[in-house]
């Protein structure tokens, strides 16, 4: 599983906890369908900041370690 999909699985999670469908999220998010999908599937050319506004919806917060 690369980085991609670990971020992906994790936003999916977190919102099938708050019982919100990616649509939902989507519109809460102010992007896609499309885009909420290919966020949890690690997939796509989808921005940094895309991804950090979709996490922050769900009260996730991205990080960088080393």
């Known amino acids: ?3 991609a ?11 099938r906890r708050y019982r919100l469908t990616q649509e939902q999220l989507a519109e809460l998010a102010g992007t896609s369908t499309r885009t909420v999908r290919d966020i949890e599937h690690g997939t796509g050319a989808t921005s940094v900041g ?14 960088v370690t080393e």
């Open 50 to 63: 895309t991804v950090a506004e979709v996490a922050d919806v769900l009260g996730l917060t991205l990080g």
């Open 5 to 15: 999909e670990r971020i992906g699985g994790e936003i999916r999670a977190a919102r």
């Open 1 to 3: 599983m690369n980085e």
